[in-house]
C-alpha cells in the first residue's frame, strides 16, 4: 500500500512530503507498460484516483540513455520556445505610454515594469472584487433584457464581466482555499471553499483539496496520476505525437460540441454532490430552489437562464478547458531526472499578455499604423484573453508551484518579480512566454515530443466523466 498525503500542505519538490492527514491507495506492482492497472475502493465503494503502472524509463527511447538531460545542448520545448524572465523588454517597451497607463498595463500583462512600485492587495480585496464583477455583470444583463433593443449591447460586457468573477473565484479564492492560504485559518478557509463550489458547481472542497494537492502538486506532477494528465489524454483525448494542427482540430471541436458541454456540466454537478455530505446537498439544493422560487415569482426566469446559467456552462466551460491547454508543458522523453526543483520548475511557465509596444524610432505614417494595429491587438485579442482565460494569478502560475504556501499571494504579479529581484532562493531561474496562443501552442509542442508509452491512456484504469472533468481547473 502507498500512503500518499492528502493535507493541503503540497510536497517539496525534492521529494519531501509535508506531514498531515492522510488517506490510503492502493497501487499495483509495477508491471510491463500497457497494463491496465486495478482500481481499489473505500469503504463507502467510491473509487480512488486510477492508479498506473510503472512507466518504461524513457531515457530508453530514441532519446538516450538514463542521464541523458544531462548532455549539453538538450533543451526541452518551453526551454527552446520561452525566454528568461530576467529579461523584462517586451513590458519596458510599454513604459512609452503615459504613467497613468502603466498600473493597467500591470495588471493586463500580469507582468511589472521594471523598478515598478508594488501595489498591496489582500486576499479579502480579491473575494470582493470577484463577487463585485459578478453582480456588476448580472446587473448589465438584467438591464440588457429589460430595455431590449441596443441595450442588447450590455450583454457581452454583462457575460464578460460574470465569467471574469467567477473564474476569479475558483482560480484564485476557492484555489488558496484549498491550501489553507486564503486567510491561514483553516476553518474559515475551508467554509468558504465550501460555498464557492456549490455556487459555482464545482468539484467538491474537500475532495479537490485532498486530490489537488496529493496529485498535483507532488511527485506525480505531470504523470498519468495527474489529473491535468488524465484530462488531457481521456477527455480532449489528445495524444503524443499528434501535430499541433491536429490537437487544435480536436479541442475547437470540443468546445462547439453540446454534447461535450452536457457531459462536462454534468459531471461538474456529480463532482460536487458525490462528494458533498447530506447537509451540504441539503442547503445547496435550498438555495437553487430559493433561486427559482424568486424567479418565478419575479418573472426573472430570463435573467437566470441568460444572465447565469448560460456563462456558468458553456462560457465558463470554453474558458476552463482553454486554461487547461496552458497550464503545464508535458515532460521531454530524455528527462530521467524526475525530480527536484529544476525539474518542476521546467513544467510550468508564467503566461504573460501582450506584445512588444511599436519602436520609438518610428515617425509619421508608419507609426501611426504600428500604434494602431499594437492597440487593436492589445484591446481584441490580448485584453479577452486575460479577463475571460487567464484570470486573476494563472498569468503567474509558476510562481504559486515554487512558492504554494506564499502568504503574498494576493500580490502575485509583484510577489513573482520580488523573488526574481532576490535570487529565486535555491530554483533556477523563472521562464515567460508571451501570448494565450502561442502558450498553448507550447503546451501542444510539449505533448506531441512526450513519450507515448509513458502518457499512453490505456495504462490508465477506467475514469469516469465526474472524474475526469473535474480536473479541467487547477
Same mark, same amino acid.
Given at each position: 500500500?502507498?500512503?500518499?498525503?492528502?493535507?493541503?500542505?503540497?510536497?517539496?519538490?525534492?521529494?519531501?512530503?509535508?506531514?498531515?492527514?492522510?488517506?490510503?491507495?492502493?497501487?499495483?506492482?509495477?508491471?510491463?507498460?500497457?497494463?491496465? #492497472?486495478?482500481?481499489?475502493?473505500?469503504?463507502?465503494?467510491? #473509487?480512488?484516483?486510477?492508479?498506473?503502472?510503472?512507466?518504461?524509463?524513457?531515457?530508453?527511447?530514441?532519446?538516450?540513455?538514463?542521464?541523458?538531460?544531462?548532455?549539453?545542448?538538450?533543451?526541452?520545448?518551453?526551454?527552446?520556445?520561452?525566454?528568461? %524572465?530576467?529579461?523584462?523588454?517586451?513590458?519596458?517597451?510599454?513604459?512609452?505610454?503615459?504613467?497613468?497607463?502603466?498600473?493597467?498595463?500591470?495588471?493586463?500583462?500580469?507582468?511589472?515594469?521594471?523598478?515598478?512600485?508594488?501595489?498591496?492587495?489582500?486576499?479579502? /480585496?480579491?473575494?470582493?472584487?470577484?463577487?463585485?464583477?459578478?453582480?456588476?455583470?448580472?446587473?448589465?444583463?438584467?438591464?440588457?433584457?429589460?430595455?431590449?433593443?441596443?441595450?442588447?449591447?450590455?450583454?457581452?460586457?454583462?457575460?464578460? %464581466?460574470?465569467?471574469?468573477?467567477?473564474?476569479?473565484?475558483?482560480?484564485? &479564492?476557492?484555489?488558496?482555499?484549498?491550501?489553507?492560504?486564503?486567510?491561514?485559518?483553516?476553518?474559515?478557509?475551508?467554509?468558504?471553499?465550501?460555498?464557492?463550489?456549490?455556487?459555482?458547481?464545482?468539484?467538491?472542497?474537500?475532495? $479537490?483539496?485532498?486530490?489537488? /494537492?496529493?496529485?498535483?502538486?507532488?511527485?506525480?506532477?505531470?504523470?498519468?496520476?495527474?489529473?491535468?494528465?488524465?484530462?488531457?489524454?481521456?477527455?480532449?483525448?489528445?495524444?503524443?505525437?499528434?501535430?499541433?494542427?491536429?490537437?487544435?482540430?480536436?479541442?475547437?471541436?470540443?468546445?462547439?460540441?453540446? &454534447?461535450?458541454?452536457?457531459?462536462?456540466?454534468?459531471?461538474?454537478?456529480?463532482?460536487? %454532490?458525490?462528494?458533498?455530505?447530506?447537509?451540504?446537498?441539503?442547503?445547496?439544493?435550498?438555495?437553487?430552489?430559493?433561486?427559482?422560487?424568486?424567479?418565478? /415569482?419575479?418573472?426573472?426566469?430570463?435573467?437566470?437562464?441568460?444572465?447565469? &446559467?448560460?456563462?456558468?456552462?458553456?462560457?465558463?466551460?470554453?474558458?476552463?478547458?482553454?486554461?487547461?491547454? &496552458?497550464?503545464?508543458?508535458?515532460?521531454?522523453?530524455?528527462?530521467?531526472?524526475?525530480?527536484?526543483?529544476?525539474?518542476?520548475? %521546467?513544467?510550468?511557465?508564467?503566461?504573460?499578455?501582450?506584445?512588444?509596444?511599436?519602436?520609438?524610432?518610428?515617425?509619421?505614417?508608419?507609426?501611426?499604423?504600428?500604434?494602431?494595429?499594437?492597440?487593436?491587438?492589445?484591446?481584441? /485579442?490580448?485584453?479577452?484573453?486575460?479577463?475571460?482565460?487567464?484570470?486573476?494569478?494563472?498569468?503567474?502560475?509558476?510562481?504559486?508551484?515554487?512558492?504554494?504556501?506564499?502568504?503574498?499571494?494576493?500580490? $502575485?504579479?509583484?510577489?513573482?518579480?520580488?523573488?526574481?529581484?532576490?535570487?529565486?532562493?535555491?530554483?533556477?531561474?523563472?521562464?515567460?512566454?508571451?501570448?494565450?496562443? #502561442?502558450?498553448?501552442?507550447?503546451?501542444?509542442?510539449?505533448?506531441?515530443?512526450?513519450?507515448?508509452?509513458?502518457?499512453?491512456?490505456?495504462?490508465?484504469?477506467?475514469?469516469?466523466?465526474?472524474?475526469?472533468?473535474?480536473?479541467?481547473?487547477?
Amino acid at each position: 500500500m502507498t500512503t500518499i498525503d492528502a493535507s493541503a500542505r503540497p510536497a517539496d519538490p525534492d521529494g519531501a512530503v509535508v506531514t498531515g492527514p492522510q488517506r490510503t491507495v492502493a497501487t499495483q506492482p509495477h508491471g510491463p507498460a500497457g497494463t491496465a #492497472p486495478h482500481r481499489t475502493r473505500t469503504a463507502t465503494g467510491e #473509487p480512488h484516483q486510477p492508479t498506473v503502472t510503472a512507466p518504461r524509463r524513457p531515457g530508453t527511447r530514441a532519446g538516450g540513455p538514463a542521464g541523458a538531460d544531462q548532455r549539453p545542448g538538450r533543451l526541452t520545448v518551453a526551454e527552446r520556445d520561452t525566454h528568461d %524572465s530576467a529579461d523584462n523588454s517586451v513590458r519596458d517597451s510599454m513604459r512609452r505610454l503615459p504613467g497613468f497607463a502603466q498600473l493597467p498595463l500591470t495588471f493586463l500583462t500580469g507582468r511589472p515594469h521594471t523598478g515598478q512600485r508594488p501595489l498591496r492587495l489582500t486576499p479579502t /480585496v480579491h473575494l470582493v472584487t470577484a463577487t463585485v464583477s459578478v453582480g456588476a455583470g448580472l446587473a448589465a444583463t438584467g438591464v440588457a433584457l429589460a430595455l431590449s433593443g441596443w441595450w442588447l449591447a450590455l450583454l457581452v460586457p454583462g457575460w464578460a %464581466s460574470t465569467l471574469h468573477g467567477a473564474r476569479n473565484l475558483r482560480m484564485m &479564492v476557492f484555489h488558496q482555499c484549498a491550501h489553507r492560504n486564503m486567510w491561514a485559518r483553516k476553518r474559515p478557509d475551508q467554509i468558504l471553499g465550501k460555498i464557492v463550489a456549490g455556487v459555482l458547481m464545482v468539484q467538491h472542497f474537500e475532495r $479537490y483539496s485532498a486530490e489537488h /494537492v496529493a496529485d498535483h502538486h507532488a511527485l506525480h506532477h505531470m504523470t498519468l496520476r495527474d489529473p491535468t494528465v488524465q484530462a488531457f489524454l481521456v477527455s480532449l483525448r489528445l495524444r503524443p505525437g499528434m501535430t499541433r494542427r491536429q490537437m487544435w482540430r480536436r479541442v475547437l471541436g470540443r468546445l462547439a460540441s453540446p &454534447v461535450f458541454h452536457a457531459r462536462f456540466l454534468w459531471a461538474r454537478i456529480r463532482s460536487y %454532490s458525490h462528494a458533498a455530505s447530506r447537509t451540504e446537498r441539503a442547503v445547496t439544493a435550498t438555495g437553487y430552489a430559493t433561486v427559482a422560487a424568486l424567479a418565478t /415569482v419575479a418573472h426573472a426566469w430570463p435573467l437566470v437562464l441568460v444572465g447565469w &446559467v448560460l456563462p456558468m456552462t458553456v462560457f465558463f466551460q470554453i474558458s476552463n478547458t482553454l486554461r487547461l491547454c &496552458v497550464k503545464h508543458t508535458f515532460p521531454a522523453p530524455w528527462q530521467t531526472q524526475r525530480r527536484g526543483k529544476a525539474y518542476f520548475a %521546467s513544467l510550468t511557465n508564467a503566461i504573460f499578455i501582450g506584445e512588444p509596444a511599436p519602436a520609438s524610432s518610428l515617425r509619421g505614417g508608419p507609426a501611426v499604423r504600428a500604434w494602431a494595429r499594437w492597440w487593436t491587438r492589445m484591446l481584441l /485579442v490580448h485584453f479577452p484573453s486575460r479577463y475571460l482565460v487567464l484570470t486573476g494569478d494563472t498569468v503567474c502560475h509558476d510562481f504559486h508551484h515554487r512558492r504554494p504556501m506564499s502568504r503574498d499571494w494576493a500580490n $502575485y504579479i509583484f510577489a513573482r518579480q520580488a523573488d526574481i529581484d532576490g535570487g529565486h532562493r535555491g530554483w533556477p531561474p523563472y521562464r515567460e512566454i508571451w501570448g494565450l496562443i #502561442p502558450a498553448i501552442n507550447l503546451v501542444f509542442d510539449s505533448l506531441a515530443e512526450a513519450d507515448p508509452d509513458e502518457f499512453d491512456p490505456q495504462r490508465l484504469a477506467e475514469t469516469s466523466d465526474r472524474e475526469l472533468f473535474a480536473a479541467f481547473d487547477d
